[in-house]
């Protein structure tokens, strides 16, 4: 079935309200992802700078060692003791010194007191880099599985021989001042993301108001309440604003000139057909003239019926037209008992208070007016008029009139039901009519997206049920 008017706007609405939460979820998540990717890169960098400062710490001692290995002190024991690192004097606690000779079968090595006797292990080349100055520098478990920061290089010191120097430092404070940073890094990309999250939604909440703001405008017109966009617009949607006004104008323009169109064209069509009729009444006892009145009958039905949809289509176009169905309702009521005086039939109506119609008065009034005037024909003594309003449901998203008619005569069956229904259908030539009052009613509830039922009324006659949409 064809999407109503209503659940377009409706659905334009709900799109309205998905692209704010689109755009504040895209937002939010390229926040996170930037402060994400910029933590990352912090952290890499504090951590490369923490390595370097601790290089160059190793550096100074590997250097310090050389010179006194190059130049030996007299007094052996008094040897490296200028390294100024009380550490090396403390077993095992994480920062090493060792020299070895690599040319000689019994390699001659010393170490600091703090290895007492282990040995630092070799540092893997590919876990390592080498450095411009032949400085190899890198990773290694060391005694008590100690994770150390080590600096080796290889000395020539020509007929002294050749040695291997290697400098090692506990690498937790690498890691300790690492992981500190990363805590405070984190703490703080924390509170900013939740700072930028609440900026980024009170930059969608209040960028997006003057949307908000012409889709309830929109709503007003749908339901009858304005006629225009009205109000102070950002330049950004100020030219929206404009143009959706123009339409609005442009579609009422249209309609008065179908209008127009439409009565000017049964006023030239009415005027020939009259012009034939008069002639065919001249000659009645001519068999050929009586053929061209039920013909020219015909036409009339026709032409009638189709200048009615296409009236009726041209004010369905019409935005914002709201119609009360009390009055309506009451003023058909008296009509039709005042017509149907001389039967003695009863009309009864009962209408809630505040009940609207979506669309024109005139088409109300001709769609319950031809289905209570066609109870009315039929019924024996009386005729009720019941309107519900129903508010909005799962599969109803908008609210519905349902005009329930009943009247107290012979009924019809399923299948004179569908039977009257169609254009030009009459079940008893005796009643008054063209045949086109239930078929016009169809066409315009259809033209309204809305319904008419045939079904049994529970006086024993036939109930017609009529639902259009209404505005709750």
């Given at each position: 079935m064809k999407d109503s008017p209503q659940r377009r706007y409706e659905g334009r609405r709900r799109?309205?309200?998905?692209?704010?939460?689109?755009?504040?979820?895209?937002?939010?998540?390229?926040v996170v992802i930037i402060l994400v990717i910029t933590g990352f890169v912090l952290s890499s960098v504090y951590r490369q700078a923490v390595e370097r400062s601790f290089d160059r710490r190793l550096n100074l001692y590997l250097r310090t060692l050389i010179a006194e290995a190059a130049t030996p002190d007299e007094n052996a024991e008094h040897q490296f003791q200028s390294l100024g690192e009380p550490l090396f004097e403390i077993p095992l606690s994480g920062w090493y010194w060792q020299i070895g000779r690599l040319d000689s079968e019994k390699p001659d090595v010393r170490s600091s007191r703090s290895l007492w006797d282990k040995e630092l292990p070799a540092?893997?080349?590919?876990?390592?880099?080498?450095?411009a100055a032949g400085v190899r520098i890198g990773y290694v478990t060391g005694p008590e599985d100690q994770r150390l920061r080590m600096v080796v290089r290889q000395v020539d010191f020509g007929s002294d021989g050749r040695f291997l120097v290697r400098v090692a430092g506990d690498a937790s404070e690498i890691f300790d001042e690492t992981r500190t940073f990363d805590y405070y890094l984190g703490g703080t990309f924390a509170a900013l993301t939740l700072v930028l999250v609440v900026t980024t939604i009170f930059q969608v909440r209040f960028g997006l108001a003057p949307l908000k703001r012409i889709s309830e405008a929109l709503a007003a017109i749908r339901s009858g309440r304005a006629e225009r966009l009205e109000g102070e617009f950002p330049v950004e949607i100020a030219p929206l604003a404009r143009e959706t006004n123009a339409l609005i104008d442009a579609n009422r323009e249209i309609v008065e000139r179908a209008r127009t169109h439409v009565g000017n064209l049964a006023h030239a069509i009415k005027t020939p057909l009259s012009v034939i009729v008069n002639e065919a009444n001249a000659h009645r006892?001519?068999?050929?003239?009586?053929?061209?009145?039920?013909?020219?009958?015909?036409?009339?039905?026709?032409?009638?019926?189709?200048?009615?949809?296409?009236?009726?289509?041209?004010?369905?176009t019409v935005v914002g037209t709201v119609t009360d169905v009390a009055p309506v309702i009451e003023g058909l009521r008296r009509t039709m008992a005042k017509i149907h005086r001389d039967r003695d039939i009863s009309v009864e109506a009962t209408c809630p208070d505040g009940a609207k119609f979506r669309g024109e008065r005139q088409?109300?009034?001709?769609?319950?007016?031809?289905?209570?005037?066609?109870?009315?024909?039929?019924?024996?003594?009386?005729?009720?008029?019941?309107?519900?309003?129903?508010?909005?449901?799962?599969?109803?998203?908008?609210?519905?009139?349902?005009?329930?008619?009943?009247?107290d005569g012979p009924g019809l069956s399923p299948a004179e039901r569908?039977?009257?229904?169609?254009?030009?259908?009459?079940?008893?030539?005796?009643?008054?009519?063209?045949?086109l009052g239930l078929a016009i009613v169809v066409d315009l509830a259809a033209l309204y997206q809305?319904?008419?039922?045939?079904?049994?009324?529970?006086?024993?006659?036939?109930?017609?049920?009529?639902v259009l949409p209404a505005v709750a």
């Open positions: 799109r309205t309200s998905s692209l704010a939460t689109r755009l504040f979820l895209s937002a939010t998540a390229w540092l893997n080349e590919a876990d390592s880099r080498l450095t006892g001519d068999p050929f003239a009586a053929k061209v009145l039920e013909q020219t009958q015909l036409m009339r039905n026709m032409v009638a019926h189709h200048l009615e949809r296409a009236r009726i289509a041209a004010r369905v088409d109300l009034e001709e769609m319950v007016g031809n289905l209570v005037d066609n109870a009315c024909k039929w019924a024996r003594s009386q005729v009720s008029v019941e309107v519900v309003l129903l508010p909005p449901t799962g599969s109803e998203p908008t609210s519905t009139l349902h005009i329930l008619v009943d009247d569908a039977q009257v229904a169609r254009r030009g259908q009459r079940l008893d030539e005796s009643k008054p009519g063209s045949g809305g319904s008419l039922t045939l079904g049994a009324a529970p006086t024993g006659g036939l109930r017609s049920e009529l």
